[in-house]
Structure formats: C-alpha cells, structure tokens
C-alpha cells in the first residue's frame, strides 16, 4: 500500500537547513506551537534531573514549568517591522499595469514574498494557471493565471542544470494543501524541452498521480516558470535566516523565563528550615521516602548540633534572571535595526549618508532588490498564460528608516550638490525622505522651477 511520504525527496539543502527553518517557523507561529514542542524549546530545569521523567510526580513538575515560561513573539514583530519598513511607501509599477492584468494583487503578492524572504532567507515563487479538462473557450475565460509563494519548508526538493553559463531549473517538488485542507505534492519537472506537472494525493489508501502539462496560448512551455527568491540573489542557493539571530534570543528568552518563574515559585517563598538533627537522618529519611511538610511546602532538613527552625527567604528582586531578560530584549531590537541600515562609526560623507538611507548596502535592501526582479518576471508569466505581452519595472522603497533632517546635513548636501560632488536631486531626496517635501513631486521639475526661480543658482553640470 503506497503512501505519500513514498514519492518524497528531499534536497541535502533542506535536510541541512530544516531544524532551523522550524525553529523560525514556531517561533512565527507563537507560543502554542513553541509550548507544543515542550523540551526541545525549554529543557528539563536543573532541580528535576534526578527524577524519572516518565513519573507522575515528573510530569506534573515540567508542567508547572511549561506552563510558567513565557513566550513574547520577537520574532514575528521583527519580520513584521522588516516588511512594514519596506511598504511603508507604496511601490511603483511602470509601464502601467494592462487593463487585463489589473485583477492580480501584486502590492499583497510583493508583502509575501517579503514576509518569507525576511523570515526564512529563501521562498519560492510559481506562477501558474488554471487547467481544466475538456474546458470550452466560455469556460476558460473564467480563468486567470496567478501566483503562490511557497515558504522553503514547503520546498522539499529541486534539481538544476548548468547551461551556456546559466542555471536552469529542472525540478521542483513542493509540498501543499488540498481543496479539503489535506497534505498533497506537486512536482514542477521538464520532460525533454516541455515543462509539466505532476500531482500527488492519498484517496482511499492509495496515492493518485495526475500529470499536467500546462499551456499558454496553446503552446507547452519549455521553462518552469518559477523564481527562487533569496536574500543575496535569486538562485536556489539558501542564504542564512535574516531573523535567525532573533530568533535565537527569542528561545533564549523564553527559557529565561521559564527559570525565573520557576525560581520565584520554590525558592522565592519562605521556607521552613529545621536545624540539629542527628547525622545520617536525610540518607535514612531518603531510603525510607519520608518527606517533612508544612502545608504543601516540604521543608529543608539540616543536620547538625544546633536546634532549631527558622524560615528562609531570598530576595528575587536581584535575580540574575531579570538582568538576562533586558540584555536580550536590548540585542533583538539592536539585530532587528541593523537589518534595515547598515550602522557606521564616525562621520559620513554626504554619498555615503544617501546611499545609506536608501537602503543599498542594507540586508533588507538587497531582499527588496531581489523581490523587484522577481515579480518583474512573475507579471512576465503571468502575460504569458494570459496572452498579454508586458515587462515592467517594479520598484518598492527603500528608506526604510525615516530621515531626521538636521541643517548640518541640508547645509552639506545642498553645497556638495551645487559644486556637482554628487547627483542633481540627492538634496531634494533627502527632504522627501524627511517628509518635509512630498514623496510623490517630481525632483527634476522641482529642480526646473528652482533653478527659474533661482537664476543665480550654479546650473547643474554632469552627474544627472
């Protein structure tokens, strides 16, 4: 009897990276699915290590201490702010999108990809159409291509060749869900020069493959018409999570939690102490499993000559716990920021400070960078299965960190602009990036009207 898991491969790059990638993944989810992992997040505390772990007296101890960590979702507000900086403008399309095209939400399809890409480090893009057996030319007018952004947990397998000094994709199984929520493959492939199709599905107890070969125009395509999205570049090689750090302080800080919780519950109360009993009583007491309690609290027998009881208590204010909890909270918004810019010591020039604002040598930037390329390709494809030839140019902001405009800086930008050091305009930029002057007015004719006004002005020479 065949199973699904019988048509699964996996890429080395997959089995390499997949631990991690679920660890990003859990920690996106939030604390029911970190929680549902119980010690691979949060090992047994120090104090239950002695005691059977399949014990009753066990389990209820590690689900006090389940229970008392707590989860704060870094990790998702870090992705989010990523991807919140990068739309904080809306992005452009030029040329205008056809009328026939209109209907694909690119803003909400870039976002997503975004999301992935600053989470994982890797996404796959496809871009597909709808196929429907023995369908009339009525029928298929009903129909429009679209994409989907798989998450690299989803993309289990791939294949490429090297040809003419170029990478071409061959294969790629994906893992999805049904119509009915049901766990299912699909695998991209090339036959010879014809790009098709294969799904898998459980039915009954057994697998039904069904092969596809999809069409644009009437014609097979010889291509996969599919992008891997990276951080670096938009090859299927998997670049490191740019949240990972994050997410690894984030685990940190929950266990930290946990330990601090468990610490306030049994050793921040008072407890009874009773002093002077006879050597040898705590091994014989063990021997025999006898315990001294007061109320619920078992209370901590010392041996020795000195009679007495007394109540101990320590004060949890200056716990190292608290302390740890702050530093790291501190590291995950200090890693979060210097995604988005790309922090320097001392003094900047005024290119420098330009470029470094616009986002070109930030991590976020080259992500950004990279999903511009690849939904041009998408509404590529997406033309091609619709019967519409286009090739735009998107282009989604980069100041993801809003400019603080102090004069010293206006003063040198203006003067490094007039005696043409950098580009007509750097100084217009660096106001709209301020918001003193609308993103959306045009720099070269703000610069014609100043330059009418403004006769005296130096006239812009090279650079432009």
């Known amino acids: ?102 209907y694909y939400e690119w803003k909400d399809e870039s976002k997503t990809i975004a999301e992935t890409v600053a989470a994982y480090g890797l996404a796959f893009v496809l871009v597909d159409y709808p196929t429907v057996e023995d369908a009339t030319l009525e029928d298929d007018r009903d129909n429009f291509a679209f ?30 869900l049904d119509e009915d929520d049901k766990e299912m493959l699909r695998e991209l492939y090339m036959d010879g020069n014809v790009y098709k199709q294969k799904t898998y599905r459980e039915v009954d107890d057994i697998v039904v493959v069904t092969e596809i070969t999809p069409v644009a125009n009437g014609k097979t395509l010889d291509f996969i018409p599919g992008t891997f999205v990276g951080v ?49 009583w705590n091994a014989e007491a063990e021997k025999k499993k006898v315990k001294i309690k007061m109320d619920a609290s078992q209370v901590l027998a010392l041996e020795g000559e000195r009679s007495g009881a007394q109540l101990l208590e320590i004060n949890t204010s200056n716990l190292i716990h608290f302390q740890t909890l702050e530093k790291l909270e501190s590291s995950m918004l200090e890693q979060g920021y210097r995604l988005k810019v790309n922090s320097k010591n001392g003094v900047e020039s005024a290119e420098a400070l330009k470029i470094r604002h616009t986002g070109d040598i930030s991590k976020l930037g080259s992500i950004v960078k990279n999903i511009e390329e690849a939904m041009s390709d998408v509404f590529v494809w997406l033309g091609m299965f619709m019967g519409i030839d286009y090739e735009p140019v998107v282009t989604i902001n980069k100041e993801f ?64």
């Open 1 to 102: 009897m065949a199973a699904l898991s019988d048509y699964i491969t996996t890429s080395k790059q997959y089995e390499d990276n997949k631990t991690r990638w679920e660890q990003i993944r859990h920690c996106l989810e939030g604390e029911d699915s970190i929680k549902a992992e119980k010690e691979r997040y949060l090992p047994y505390p120090v104090a239950l290590g002695d005691i059977d772990r399949t014990s009753e007296e066990f389990i209820e101890q590690y689900g006090i201490y389940l229970n008392g960590a707590h989860y704060v979702n870094f990790t998702a507000e870090a992705v989010d702010d990523l991807v919140a900086s990068a739309f904080r403008k809306d992005p452009t399309i030029d040329p205008e999108i056809p009328a026939d095209l209109q």
């Open 147 to 176: 994409s989907v952004a798989y998450e690299p947990l989803d993309v289990l397998d791939y294949k490429e060749i090297k040809r003419s000094g170029k990478r071409r994709i061959t294969k790629v199984l994906l893992r999805e």
């Open 232 to 280: 670096t570049s938009n090859t299927t090689k998997a670049d490191k999570s740019p949240v990972i750090g994050i997410s690894n302080s984030n685990i940190k800080h929950y266990q930290t939690w946990g330990e601090l919780f468990w610490t306030q519950t049994y050793n921040g109360h008072p407890q009874m102490v009773l002093t002077g009993l006879e050597k040898g």
């Open 401 to 464: 960190v809003p400019v603080e405009v102090d004069g010293s800086t206006l003063t040198s930008l203006t003067s490094a602009e007039n005696t043409n050091v950098i580009p007509r305009g750097t100084t217009i930029d660096y106001l709209k990036s301020g918001g003193l002057i609308a993103d959306g007015l045009d720099t070269e004719k703000l610069l014609s009207k100043i330059q009418e006004t403004n006769p005296y002005l130096p006239a812009a020479q090279g650079n432009e």
